[in-house]
């Protein structure tokens, strides 16, 4: 759109580390560098930027300016918005006379304070435009031409054009340069009619006129008729159907209004169909395009249903910052299981990675950091939980020992040693197919029993255990007939302990010959839960009306309960088995 002083203001759904303008506008609260887009734009940037800024001393409404380093830009301008749309409005009146004041022809601007500052998009996107408004009806902008302002995010890009809409005239908009929804947001295309209304044109447009000189009527009459028989036999018309221009995209619109153009070709559109008129060569490159677009159509919905059909039987994961894994989106998903990976893939975050499948390892492009990557394959009725390792063909059970550089380990560990000061001697994860799946299908039941509550409740407890009964329970799982060994104070069920430091007592985790304790990490459904009694069989019924409806599971106190106790074994689920000492 062009705003005051015929500036060029533009928004971009796109990556402010792809700009080239002159100037590029970095968001950064001068104290943590690693973060949003300050990190993304120091990554290019280089080391020597990264000190300059963090030596810079910067008052409230600063705008801090340095070498661009490897930016390809010719400076950088640093400011911190404070979480404030005043500050943000007069940040981005300085940032303007700053370029006027350099010379600068162009800035690239993100959505301060929008991403880790945690505003609401829509008051940031006000918060610029009403600071592009009035700096570009101040200020005398010599050498400003261009405006960017690049939104990395979808909902921050739409925030920011709904607020454009309503604060410039619709006259100075450029609508055709606003783009679409990527195509992962799976946006309906517009109507045909809409599309292809661009390439219509006039007949009249299109006529050439000749004039012809003779000795005669005869001669011309005969002259004439000569050339509109060759020229008619160089000529067709073509009419596409509704259903074949329905795949036609925006790009291949502007495709084919330029091929129109250049092949003097007369264009009518009637009920959503399109007539093509002229000489044979430039009606058959209209039939070529449009066939290669339905070509590509149909590629592209094949390429949908393998992809949707990969997705439900193979995981293709990556280790997320946290320790925790993450699944990659399907198209990443398809080209990593096809090896198709020449290029990058892109993660659920939108991050582009490069790949080394025999390393399993995938490398942001943007910050260089390394990720472990995994493949899991899901059995025809059971999906394999994403921080299990995969499966041979068959197997049912397996004990994955778990190296204490794991994140999966330390967070294992951390919680246990929160109550218990003995040391750890091993962390083993169990991965049994028959026993979890019968507790996801319990937890379904759970849950959809309890859908408005959200009753399925499930908490990670303890529940310390001797070698001899170990063995079982990793087999077959937990067995309430077995209760009653230590206590049943609150029913005959099995007993799971909040802290670890209750499983840890010898009474529960009986030590072995050289010493060594044994007790699992629990995944419990504990649903809704009542007061626990001796002798109880079963909860209790929630209601005297519905005596088939009862309790889940039944605890040693109502207030800050520290013990479950569950009668159902598909309840719970051995996740882990910590040996200690």
């Known amino acids: 759109m062009t705003v005051g002083g015929g500036v060029k203001l533009q928004l971009v759904f796109g990556d402010i580390t792809d700009e080239t303008t002159d100037a590029v506008v970095n968001t950064t609260d001068f104290v943590d560098f690693q973060i949003g887009v300050c990190k993304d734009i120091l990554t290019v940037a280089g080391a020597d930027v990264e000190a300059e800024l963090k030596a810079a001393k910067c008052i409230r409404g600063d705008v801090f300016v340095s070498k661009s380093g490897e930016f390809p830009c010719e400076a950088l301008f640093h400011v911190c918005g404070q979480k404030d749309a005043v500050v943000i409005e007069q940040l981005v009146i300085r940032i303007v006379d700053q370029c006027v004041s350099l010379g600068f022809k162009s800035v690239a601007i993100p959505a301060i304070s929008a991403g880790a500052g945690g505003l609401d998009p829509g008051v940031v996107a006000r918060a610029v435009l009403r600071g592009v408004k009035d700096a570009t009806s101040s200020f005398g902008l010599n050498s400003l031409t261009d405006i960017r302002l690049v939104l990395l995010k979808i909902n921050v890009f739409l925030a920011f054009k709904e607020k454009a809409m309503q604060m410039f005239s619709t006259a100075v908009i450029n609508k055709a340069s606003v783009p679409q929804l990527p195509p992962v947001q799976q946006q309906q295309p517009p109507s045909v009619e809409a599309d292809l209304s661009i390439v219509c044109n006039s007949s009249t447009s299109q006529q050439s006129v000749f004039r012809f000189l003779g000795l005669s009527r005869k001669d011309v009459d005969g002259a004439m008729t000569k050339l509109t028989d060759l020229y008619q036999a160089q000529c067709s018309s073509q009419t596409f159907r509704k259903e074949e221009l329905k795949g036609l995209t925006q790009d291949d619109v502007k495709d084919l209004k330029q091929l129109v153009e250049t092949e003097g070709l007369y264009v009518e559109l009637s009920q959503g169909t399109l007539k093509v008129s002229g000489l044979n060569n430039g009606v058959n490159k209209v039939m070529q395009m449009i066939n290669a677009s339905l070509h590509c159509n149909l590629r592209r919905e094949v390429r949908v249903r393998e992809e949707q059909d990969l997705y439900a039987c193979v995981a293709w994961c990556i280790l997320g910052h946290r320790g925790n894994w993450e699944r990659l989106p399907k198209t990443a998903n398809h080209s990593l299981e096809n090896n198709d990976v020449g290029g990058r893939i892109v993660d659920a975050q939108g991050d582009k990675l490069n790949v080394d499948l025999p390393r399993m390892e995938a490398t942001r492009y943007l ?215």
């Open 367 to 581: 910050g260089g950091q390394t990720a472990k990557i995994k493949r899991l394959e899901h059995l025809p009725d059971f999906t394999l939980p994403l921080y299990w390792d995969n499966m041979a063909p068959g197997q049912t059970l397996k004990t994955v020992e778990l190296l204490p550089s794991y994140a999966e380990y330390r967070t294992v560990k951390e919680v246990f040693k929160r109550s218990v000061g003995k040391t750890v001697l091993k962390i083993e994860r169990l991965q049994n197919v028959h026993l979890r799946r019968a507790y996801e299908a319990q937890k379904k039941q759970i849950s959809d029993k309890y859908k408005q509550q959200g009753g399925e409740c499930e908490k990670l407890l303890y529940h310390g255990t001797t070698q001899d009964n170990c063995d079982s329970i990793v087999k077959t799982g937990f067995n309430r007939r077995f209760s009653g060994q230590n206590a049943t104070n609150f029913g005959e069920g099995t007993y799971f302990a909040v802290n670890a430091n209750y499983s840890a007592q010898p009474t529960y985790s009986k030590p072995a010959a050289d010493g060594s304790q044994l007790m699992f990490v629990v995944r419990v459904l504990t649903g809704i839960y009542i007061q626990g009694q001796r002798n109880m069989r079963v909860p209790p019924p929630v209601s005297d009306q519905e005596g088939h409806d009862r309790y889940d599971s039944v605890v040693d106190r109502m207030d800050n309960p520290q013990m479950y106790v569950v009668f159902h074994d598909n309840q719970a689920y051995p996740d882990y088995l910590i040996t200690f000492k």
